[in-house]
């Protein structure tokens, strides 16, 4: 059975958390709420404003309690400022966030200027040839990735060891932090924007020597702020596309374009536990819920953050209902599109392993409502 029809018969109060933390809604189900856009950003706010306190109690508090909650703060504080970009600027790079131009331009402009993410103009020029041109070398996605290390054909042992290396590696956060201060300084951005940049980093620096406060900014935003977020960026842009499936070919058809995104469901079918004991029904639940609440509800909320799991979705319709993507995917596969979608199903290791072609592990499946199959999972986050 598909994972998320599995968990059709659990109880219904816990049946929107899993919606959300599979990304998929039960088949025949109707939202209870509709997503606008302005609550991307609200969430977007409010979840970098969430770890940034937790990071605050955590440095007033004993250092046992003070310690757990300052690294618990990193992820959830980057996860936010994740959120801001890849979900409210991305959309204002379609388009498709406010009804006007004006109004996209100036939402970006905003959160980019405080998240020191690239001007509006150079990052939607970008992330249209991006769409023009994906997974090939033309792709400054796919240019990012091989500076990293990655290739395809590894095998899993293999890509782990070229993932920890490029978490850690100092080339690579220094080579992705330059980029963010070349784009809001050294690349000749409007002046308006210039001015943007010029002032925020005046404003944080009068604030800062004001309040001598350096230390509590270094751990609490410098840190998420850079290494934490070119990490999560890293992990969410792995799995992203099946980036080396055409060998960077810059000219596909439509059915191969379609074959490079995937949908990246999180979760596992519910344990069948008819013909065991208590005692193994019992672990084999408490597993599965573990699983749902320590390794994929954390990955959902600091890394596929927003409509990142439908990501297929946007590649076939980028001008669709973004907000509530999830839905508009499961309707469309009641249609003549559902040919056009792929999904696998796990953690984040399964969604990178199939994104760089692991050669150790199952590929993504077609989403069709006849043949909707997990991919085999990822015992881990």
């Known amino acids: 059975m598909q994972p998320r029809e599995s968990m059709r018969g659990l109880p219904r109060l816990v049946q929107p958390f899993l919606t959300w933390v599979t990304g998929m809604p039960l088949t025949g189900a109707k939202p209870r709420v509709l997503w606008r856009p302005v609550l991307a950003l609200i969430a977007g706010f409010v979840q970098t404003v969430v770890g940034v306190t937790i990071g605050v109690a955590g440095l007033q508090a004993r250092w046992y309690l003070g310690i757990p909650l300052v690294l618990l703060s990193w992820p959830i504080t980057a996860g936010g400022i994740r959120r801001l970009d890849v979900v ?49 070398l033309r792709d400054g996605d796919t240019l990012y990735l091989a500076s990293t290390g990655a290739r395809p054909g590894m095998t899993r042992r293999e890509f782990r060891g070229y993932l920890w290396r490029a978490l850690i590696s100092p080339r690579h956060h220094w080579s992705f932090f330059a980029g963010r201060m070349r784009g809001n300084f050294f690349s000749r951005p409007p002046a308006y924007r210039l001015a943007m940049s010029l002032s925020y980093l005046a404003a944080t620096v009068v604030f800062l020597g004001l309040t001598g ?4 900014w270094l751990l609490l935003w410098f840190l998420p702020a850079t290494f934490f977020f070119h990490n999560h960026t890293l992990l969410y842009t792995l799995s992203e596309h099946r980036w080396w499936l055409f060998q960077n070919a810059e000219r596909l058809t439509k059915p191969q374009r379609d074959q490079l995104t995937f949908g990246r469901f999180c979760g596992t079918a519910v344990p069948q536990t008819g013909d065991v004991g208590p005692l193994r029904a019992g672990l084999a639940w408490t597993g599965w819920w573990a699983r749902m609440l320590l390794l994929y509800a954390p990955y959902r909320l600091c890394i596929l953050v927003g409509d990142t799991v439908q990501h297929d979705l946007h590649h076939v319709r980028p001008k669709c209902d973004w907000a509530n993507s999830s839905w508009v995917r499961n309707a469309d596969l009641g249609t003549n599109q559902a040919g056009r979608y792929f999904e696998v199903w796990g953690g984040l290791l399964s969604h990178v392993y199939v994104g760089n072609s692991v050669s150790d592990w199952i590929t993504a499946e077609p989403s069709t409502p006849s043949r909707r199959p997990a991919v085999k999972e990822a015992v881990a986050a």
């Open 88 to 136: 409210v600027v991305h959309q204002t790079l379609h388009q498709m966030y406010t009804p006007s131009t004006r109004g996209n331009r100036i939402v970006s402009e905003i959160v980019t200027t405080l998240t020191w993410r690239p001007p509006y103009d150079e990052n939607r020029k970008e992330h249209l040839v991006h769409h023009a041109h994906p997974c090939s």
């Open 213 to 216: 406060w350096w230390l509590q």
